[in-house]
């Protein structure tokens, strides 16, 4: 009878076992749920709060280069037909609408026939300010030529554009 008792409570033992492993299975599997539901979502919340984060990060730096502190009038002239050895000059004008003094740092030519002048005092907010480029027309034919222009403070220059032909 003993032997019996014995063999019973072992196979109590063993389907309690076996109970529990299948309790403990069906908890951990909802657990195991419930987490990477939790994980699932907090990634793609991070996702979305990094993508936000550089669309706006563009769209300041979109906007801080399209509204820069000064703006000219126009950036290129035409001066249409010139005849040889004669110089010809053309003024640009800009306006500050930047809050801080707008500087000219430099303006260079590209080439020695083409010479920017102008005046380093600052321009306000809402002044207006002028470089005048003036071409010695050495050679015939048609020309183009570049002259760069930056102010203190603003990292990319402006490119000032004159063209033209000379007979």
Not at 134 to 141: F, K, R
Request: with cysteine; proline share 3%; hydrophobic share 40%.
């Amino acid at each position: 009878m003993r032997q019996q008792h014995r063999s019973l409570i072992v196979q109590i033992n063993n389907n309690q076992t076996d109970l529990f492993s299948i309790i403990d299975y069906q908890l951990i599997t909802k657990h195991l749920f419930k987490l990477l539901s939790i994980y699932i979502y907090l990634f793609f919340k991070i996702l979305i709060m990094k993508l936000t984060s550089l669309l706006i990060a563009l769209l300041i730096s979109f906007t801080s280069i399209a509204q820069t502190g000064v703006q000219f009038d126009k950036l290129s002239y035409n001066y249409g037909k010139l005849k040889q050895g004669v110089h010809k000059s053309v003024i640009f004008n800009y306006t500050n609408n930047d809050a801080k003094p707008a500087v000219i740092e430099f303006a260079n030519a590209e080439c020695g026939c083409t010479q920017p002048e102008y005046n380093q005092k600052p321009i306000l907010k809402g002044q207006k300010g002028t470089i005048k480029i003036t071409y010695t027309s050495p050679a015939t034919g048609a020309f183009k030529k570049k002259v760069t222009v930056k102010f203190a403070g603003v990292k990319v220059p402006t490119e000032l554009t004159i063209e033209g032909e000379v007979n």
